[in-house]
C-alpha cells in the first residue's frame, strides 16, 4: 500500500514486480524466429548466447532476485549493445535512479529497431517512469490485447493497476485470468496476496501467500512476502521467522534483515532493531539498499524518542549518499532532515533545510521525472511548515501549487497528499467540517488520513473516537518512512494518556 506521503517520492513505478515479465521466444538477429518455450512477446536480439543470458535474468527477476539477474543482463548487452529488452530489463533491476534512468533512456532509444510488441512494452515502461500512468496502463492494455495469452503481460497490467492505481478489484481481475492461464506461475500468488492484503481480505491474502511459497519453497522471496503479511498483522514473532527463512536461503537477501529489524522496532524492542539493521548495512547488495538500511536506523531512533542520534545518523547516511552519487536519495534525505526539524517545531532549520533541497535538486542531473516528484514532496512539506506556524493562508498557498503541480500527472490518486495537507490546514483553521470533507476524498486507508482524523476527533471533543484512530496509526506497520516515524510516537504518546 502506497500512502499520500510515500507517493511524493514515487519514482521508481516498474522497479519491482513489473520485472516478472517477457515469454522466452528469441529473435534473432531479425524479428521472425523460434520460440525457444512459449509463442508469446517477440524478444530481439542477434546474438543466441545474449537471449540465453536474457532468459536466465528474466527467470531471477521472476523470483526477485535482484542482484543475480542484473549480472545476467549486463552479461547479455555485453554480448548485444544494441538489445533492446536487456536494457529495459536492466533498469528494471537498476540499483538506483539514476541507474534505472541509464538503461531504461537507452532502452528508449532502440525501441523502433525491434518488434511492434517490445516497442509497446518499452513505451508503457517508460511512460509509467515519467508520470503518465493513464497512458502507460493504456499501453499495456494494447498490449495484452496482442499478446492475449501472455500471463507475464496480465501480471504486469495488475501491477499496475494495483500499485499505480491502488484498483485492487481489476488488479485481481487480471491476476485470476494470469492464473487460468498457468495456475503454477509463481509471481501471480505474489501479487494476488498484496491486492487482497490492501483490500483487507487477510484469509484470501493469506492463501495466496501460502500458494506463493509452496509453488517455490525454496525461493526467498515467497519467504519475505509471508513474513510482510505476517507483519502488516502484528504477528512480528511469524514474520521474523519466514525472513529469517528467507537469509537461510539467501543469507543477503538484504530486504528480508531490513524487515526483520522493522519488525523489532514495531515490536518495541528498538536496541535490537537497530543491531538488525546493522546487519543489513552490512550484507546490502546495492548502494541504494545500503542507504535506505542507514536511514531506517536513523529512524528507530526517532521512534526511540532521540532525536539528536536520529539526526545524527541521517547525516550520515546523507553524506554518504552523496559521495555514492546517489542524488534522489541525498535529496530525500535531506527532505527528511526538514521534517524532523518541522515536526518537533523547530521551523527556521526546517526552512533552512528546504532551502538547501531546492539548491540541491535544481543544480543536479536528475530525470525530469524524480525532480518532478520531489518537488511534489517539497511543497507538501511546505504547506504543513505553515499550517504548524500557524500560517493556515500561507500553507494553502503552498498546498495550491501542489495541486497544480500534481495536476500535471495524469494519475487522480496523485491528489492525496493536497488533500491530506488540506484537511491539516482547516484543522489548523478551527474549520472541522472542511477538513472532514476534505479527508473524506483523501486515502481512507492510511496511517496519515488516520492520524488526521483522530485529531480532528479530539478537537472535536470526540476522545473515544480520537483513540480509535490514533490506535490504528500504532497498528500500521509498514511504510516506515519519515512522517509515519514522526506520527506513531505522537499516536502512542496519545493512546498512553
Not at 535474468?57 to 554480448?79: C, Q, S, W, Y
Not at 542531473?365 to 512539506?381: D, F, G, I, M, P
Not at 482524523?453 to 473515544?464: I, L, Q, R, S, T
Amino acid at each position: 500500500m502506497m500512502n499520500g506521503c510515500v507517493k511524493l517520492c514515487k519514482c521508481l513505478f516498474y522497479v519491482v514486480l513489473l520485472a516478472s515479465f517477457v515469454a522466452c521466444s528469441s529473435n534473432s538477429g531479425d524479428t521472425g524466429g523460434e520460440n525457444v518455450e512459449e509463442i508469446m512477446l517477440p524478444v530481439t536480439t542477434n546474438s543466441e548466447e545474449a537471449m540465453s543470458l536474457f532468459v536466465a535474468g528474466r527467470d531471477l527477476l521472476d523470483n526477485v532476485r535482484k542482484p543475480e539477474a542484473r549480472r545476467m543482463f549486463d552479461e547479455a548487452i555485453e554480448k548485444d549493445s544494441s538489445f533492446a529488452l536487456a536494457h529495459l530489463f536492466r533498469a528494471w533491476s537498476g540499483t538506483s535512479e539514476e541507474d534505472v534512468f541509464l538503461h531504461l533512456n537507452k532502452a528508449y532509444a532502440l525501441k523502433d529497431k525491434v518488434t511492434p510488441e517490445e516497442k509497446m512494452l518499452i513505451e508503457a515502461s517508460y511512460m509509467g517512469y515519467h508520470n503518465q500512468l493513464e497512458q502507460s496502463i493504456g499501453t499495456w492494455e494494447k498490449l495484452s490485447e496482442k499478446v492475449p495469452e501472455d500471463k507475464r503481460v496480465l501480471n504486469s497490467l495488475a501491477y499496475a493497476y494495483s500499485d499505480g492505481k491502488e484498483d485492487y478489484e481489476k488488479a485481481i481481475e487480471l491476476l485470476k485470468k494470469s492464473i487460468a492461464l498457468d495456475p503454477d506461475f509463481p509471481a501471480n500468488y505474489n501479487s494476488l496476496g498484496f491486492a487482497y492484503q490492501n483490500m483487507g481480505d487477510v484469509r484470501k491474502a493469506e492463501e495466496a501467500f501460502k500458494k506463493y511459497v509452496e509453488l517455490i519453497p525454496n525461493e526467498p522471496n515467497p519467504h519475505d512476502a509471508m513474513g510482510d503479511f505476517y507483519r502488516k498483522n502484528g504477528q512480528f514473532d511469524k514474520a521474523i521467522e519466514e525472513y529469517r527463512k528467507a537469509l537461510e536461503l539467501n543469507s543477503r537477501f538484504d530486504e528480508s534483515q531490513h524487515k526483520i529489524g522493522e519488525s523489532m522496532l514495531y515490536s518495541g524492542r528498538y536496541d535490537d532493531a537497530i543491531r538488525e539493521l546493522e546487519h543489513a548495512v552490512s550484507i546490502a547488495t546495492s548502494e541504494q539498499n545500503k542507504i535506505w538500511h542507514m536511514a531506517e536506523i536513523a529512524r528507530v531512533y526517532l521512534h526511540k524518542g532521540d532525536q539528536e542520534q536520529a539526526l545524527a545518523k541521517y547525516v550520515e547516511a546523507k553524506s554518504e549518499a552523496q559521495e555514492l552519487g546517489l542524488q534522489a536519495y541525498t535529496a530525500n534525505l535531506i527532505l527528511d532532515m526538514s521534517t524532523i526539524y518541522m515536526y518537533n517545531s523547530e521551523y527556521a532549520k526546517a526552512a533552512e533545510y528546504l532551502a538547501t533541497f531546492e539548491e540541491y535538486v535544481g543544480n543536479s542531473s536528475l530525470a525530469e521525472s524524480v525532480k518532478e516528484n520531489l518537488k511534489a514532496r517539497e511543497l507538501y512539506n511546505r504547506s504543513l511548515l505553515y499550517a504548524m506556524q500557524r500560517e493556515p493562508e500561507k500553507g494553502m498557498e503552498e498546498a495550491s501549487l501542489l495541486k497544480e503541480h500534481i495536476s500535471n500527472s495524469d494519475n487522480p490518486e496523485e491528489l492525496e497528499p493536497y488533500h491530506q495537507a488540506m484537511a491539516y490546514l482547516y484543522y489548523i483553521k478551527d474549520d472541522l467540517g472542511k477538513a472532514k470533507e476534505e479527508l473524506e476524498v483523501s486515502e481512507k486507508d492510511s496511517p496519515y488520513t488516520y492520524y488526521l482524523m483522530a485529531k480532528v476527533a479530539e478537537k472535536d471533543g470526540n476522545g473515544p473516537q480520537a483513540n480509535q484512530y490514533y490506535q490504528r496509526v500504532i497498528d500500521w506497520n509498514e511504510d516506515d518512512d519519515i512522517y509515519y516515524s514522526m506520527i506513531r510516537p505522537k499516536a502512542m504518546n496519545k493512546n498512553k494518556m
